[in-house]
Each structure stands twice: as C-alpha cells, then as structure tokens.
C-alpha cells in the first residue's frame, strides 16, 4: 500500500494492490475549483501509469462535496491570468475516457459540481442518508459540468429537467429507483461496500472492461449504429487478451465464474 499525497494537496492518492482510491480532501466541503479538479485527473494518471486496474473516488471528509467554490465564478482574470487547471470539458473527457472503472462513493451531501464529478464514474453508490441534487438554480445558474445532459442519460429528459430546474436535495434511495446511481447502503456499511465493488472490478478483465466503457460512451454519445461501427475495432484488444485465453481455459476446466485475471 503507498500514498503518494503531500499533506496539503486537495486530493490524496492511494494505491492498494491492484486498486487507486482517491481521496477529496479541500477542507472544509471538498468545494469544486482548478485544484480539485486536477488532483483528480493527477490520480487518475498515476493510476494508470502504476497498473492499477480500477479507482475507487472518495471523500475524507463530512461531505463528499457541497458544490462548487463560488470563485470559479467570480475570479478576476482581466490581467490575462488564466486559473491553473483543466477546463470542464478537459476534465470530463479525461475522466470518461480513462480507460479503467472508476467507482464514486458519496456519503453527506454531494451537490452541484460534486454531482457533476460523481456523474462522471462509471459507478455510484451512496450512503443511505447522503443528500444529492443539482442545486445550482438558487443561485441563478444550471449545472455548468455537464450535468444536464448526463441526467438525461441516467434518468431521462423529464426527471433531469425536474433536478436542474427545482433545484431539490433528493435521497439516495429516490435515485437509485431512478436509475441515477447504482446502489444505496447504510452509512457504517458504505466504506466496505464500496471497496468491494471497486475491488471486484479491479480483479476483472482490465482490457475488457476498458472496451465495454468506450463501446458505452460511443453509444451514449453518438447512438448505436456508432457504436456498431466501431465495436469491432474496440474489441480487438480482448480478442487478443491473456485475460480472455485465461478465462476460456479456466472456464472448460472449472467452470464459470472461477478465473483469477491479470488484467493483461
């Protein structure tokens, strides 16, 4: 197990085995802004650069995040001055085409930005009392990284356009029933079941699981006959896997459900 964090950076990075936790910790609500932002895409990086083969995204502290920091709107840049960091477009690219699960445990509120970030994983769960909403509306805004049209995927156009333009905190129960976040769990329970899951994928066909998320997003983003179009070219790399000879022998010889991958 390494952690590779400085004391002060707004997210820790971990490696355990073949698993990356990164940790929010910008003090005191994991406020979205430049740093927190990039210390994101950093870990993800590093994670697959190390080997890792799935990240599991967390928070350190009361709240996964309560939003955006309100300096990403106001910030004075009329000197020329750009604020360090990624773009929203920069980061959700980067963080859709990482080409490892990403799994999102939300436990207190996860709000706006925060929602945003989540949306981006390839898994959520949650802590059975956390409050979750695009609540950008009472300050005049919609959600500004993507969450609009990320809930329409999840749950379809009427449902998002009810989170954006109420601005409701919701339960994590209601959207799990609408099929915005995978799975609820109480809240002593959510550190271990999220490291369960995180983990499960991390033992998993790397390769494959790489191509089902990129086959995925071309679907999302560009329909299925894309997706069509394109499967063959994704797949190649599975065909050609250790994990995939690995499974078939494993498979005629034990059975289903009995392979140990290398993610190779």
């Not at 927190?36 to 993800?44: A, K, M, T, V």
């Not at 994928?201 to 997706?227: D, F, Q, S, Y």
């Not at 070219?233 to 991958?261: A, I």
Request: proline share 5%.
């Amino acid at each position: 197990m390494t952690d590779t964090a400085e004391p002060n950076t707004p997210v820790r990075s971990e490696v355990r085995g073949a698993l990356s936790l990164l940790t929010l910790a910008r003090p005191p609500h994991n406020l979205v802004e430049h740093s927190l932002l990039q210390g994101i895409l950093d870990g993800l990086n590093e994670a697959v650069e190390s080997g890792c083969r799935a990240v599991l995204i967390k928070s350190g502290l009361r709240n996964f995040s309560a939003g955006a920091d309100l300096a990403l709107f106001t910030q004075d840049t009329t000197d020329g001055d750009q604020p360090s960091g990624p773009t929203v477009i920069e980061f959700l690219d980067a963080v859709e085409s990482t080409p490892l699960p990403i799994v999102c445990a939300i436990h207190g509120a996860c709000l706006g930005g925060g929602l945003e970030i989540a949306l981006a994983a390839d898994y959520i769960i949650a802590a059975r009392s956390s409050k979750i909403g695009s609540v950008e509306v009472t300050l005049g805004l919609h959600p500004i990284m993507g969450g609009v049209q990320r809930q329409v995927e999840r749950v379809g156009l009427v449902r998002a356009k009810e989170m954006s333009m109420l601005g409701r905190r919701y339960d994590a129960e209601t959207l799990e029933s609408w099929g915005l976040i995978n799975a609820v769990v109480d809240d002593d329970k959510l550190e271990a079941a999220a490291l369960s899951i995180a983990e499960e994928l991390a033992n998993g066909p790397t390769i494959a699981n790489a191509a089902t998320k990129a086959l995925a997003r071309v679907a999302a983003n560009e329909g299925v006959k894309a997706a069509d179009d394109v499967m063959g070219r994704l797949q190649g790399p599975v065909w050609n896997s250790e994990d995939l000879r690995t499974g078939l022998n494993s498979f005629m010889k034990r059975g289903p459900g009995q392979t140990r991958f290398a993610g190779r």
